[in-house]
């Protein structure tokens, strides 16, 4: 037997329905602030990774899969959506389209690191991107939005804010971690180490103790905002405000990708341990540039849907339960079992969910199925019934059960 891949996880049918809710709700959130579908491919050039997530980051130096295909290319499965939806609007000329550019992607992930909960190689994420504008009226849209899909989905989740400046400010902020850092530089762990040099920045995201432990009496971002960042954040909040969305400023917020700017939030939840944080995202304004297109700001985030299956489940949201069949076709014999099939494929054309019986099962045996899938009528055709050109319909709930001609069965099940 070949099993499944460590870090990949299959979705089965019986609970396939919870993932089309998730991502059907998504869907509808989308609509409400005219957000369109974008699909890029699972795996583009590596290199647009290594310029758009960044060279310093742990996604780009541990956890990307790569790989020489048969042109000796360098190809990267796609660790998270946003590099593929910037490539992609800059290679499709949107920027000369209408302005804001609003889109969405529900698409799959992968990075090579150890699998714990809500945390796969192969991993499923909801991201939205917002090309075109920058003032933080946009941001807080964004923000909201992910508010609107947390809480339409049950989640109770908190929402940490921070500004992490643009390249002006954040040089003197770089210049004041490195001093801050330089006489801890022992205690730090090996990757670290080498982001002190490359990007200090990076160090605030380390997830090793001894390295938070450094972290937390490091100098704050919001002390060295230039003008321009100080009130775009200021903005922010104050739209957050107007909205009545909580927020708590957390200066530790940097982001795992390097690609970001100004402002920068977090969604988490306590439900499920370390790895709290469900949805996360912020603003890029130099991204569009870096990757080869003109100057365009731009704001986005992303939202893990293993992690927002299990928070809905450890916090006992209930997902509304699939479908049932409207009606389940019985046929005692092979001649009625023909009948059952002709009379379904005409129901279905009809809209009517029909099942019916494909393993020969007896009439009792048939019930029972038909129980087991909840099915809240049984048509039974016998002998008699496929004489007289009609079945025996059974409300299940109620155990009453009357005739209805072959010719009638659309129009009367369409109303039950």
Not at 11 to 31: F, H, M, N
Not at 126 to 137: D, L, R, Y
Request: net charge neutral; hydrophobic share 40%; with cysteine.
């Amino acid at each position: 037997m070949i099993n499944i891949p460590k870090g990949t996880k299959d979705v089965l049918p019986s609970d396939a329905y919870k993932w089309q809710y998730v991502e059907g709700t998504a869907r509808e959130i989308a609509k409400l602030f005219n957000l369109k579908e974008i699909r890029t491919p699972v795996f583009e050039h590596t290199e647009l990774f290594q310029r758009g997530v960044g060279d310093t980051t742990d996604i780009v130096t541990k956890e990307m899969y790569t790989f020489k295909d048969k042109g000796d290319r360098s190809i990267t499965l796609k660790p998270e959506g946003t590099a593929g939806a910037v490539r992609s609007f800059i290679e499709n000329g949107m920027a000369s389209s209408v302005l804001p550019a609003k889109m969405y992607y529900i698409t799959p992930a992968f990075r090579y690191e150890r699998p714990q909960a809500g945390r796969l190689r192969e991993f499923h994420q909801f991201g939205v991107e917002i090309f075109g504008a920058k003032g933080a009226q946009t941001d807080a849209e964004a923000i909201l939005m992910a508010d609107t899909l947390l809480k339409k989905l049950g989640l109770n989740v908190k929402l940490y804010v921070n500004s992490i400046g643009c390249p002006t400010c954040r040089a003197a902020y770089n210049k004041a971690l490195k001093e801050f850092f330089a006489p801890h530089l022992d205690g730090l762990c090996y990757d670290c180490k080498t982001r002190f040099e490359k990007n200090p920045l990076r160090l605030l995201d380390c997830k090793e103790d001894a390295c938070k432990k450094i972290n937390a009496s490091a100098p704050s971002i919001l002390q060295y905002l230039c003008p321009e960042c100080e009130a775009h954040f200021e903005e922010l909040k104050y739209c957050l405000t107007s909205a009545r969305i909580d927020y708590e400023i957390d200066p530790r917020i940097v982001r795992g990708l390097d690609y970001y700017t100004r402002s920068v939030f977090e969604f988490v939840s306590t439900s499920i341990g370390a790895q709290g944080t469900v949805c996360a995202g912020g603003r890029y304004d130099g991204l569009i540039e870096e990757l080869g297109g003109n100057p365009m700001p731009a704001v986005g985030f992303a939202a893990g849907i293993e992690r927002l299956l299990i928070v809905m489940d450890q916090t006992g949201v209930e997902i509304p339960a699939p479908a049932v069949p409207t009606v389940y076709i019985a046929g005692m014999d092979a001649d009625c079992r023909k009948k059952a099939f002709e009379l379904a494929a005409a129901l279905r054309k009809n809209g009517l969910f029909v099942e019916i019986d494909h393993m020969e099962r007896s009439v009792k045996a048939q019930f029972k199925y038909a129980d087991k899938l909840g099915a809240k009528y049984v048509a039974v055709i016998g002998g008699n019934e496929l004489a007289e050109g009609k079945a025996n319909v059974k409300c299940m709930a109620t155990g009453e059960s009357e005739s209805v001609a072959f010719a009638d069965m659309a129009a009367y099940f369409q109303h039950k």
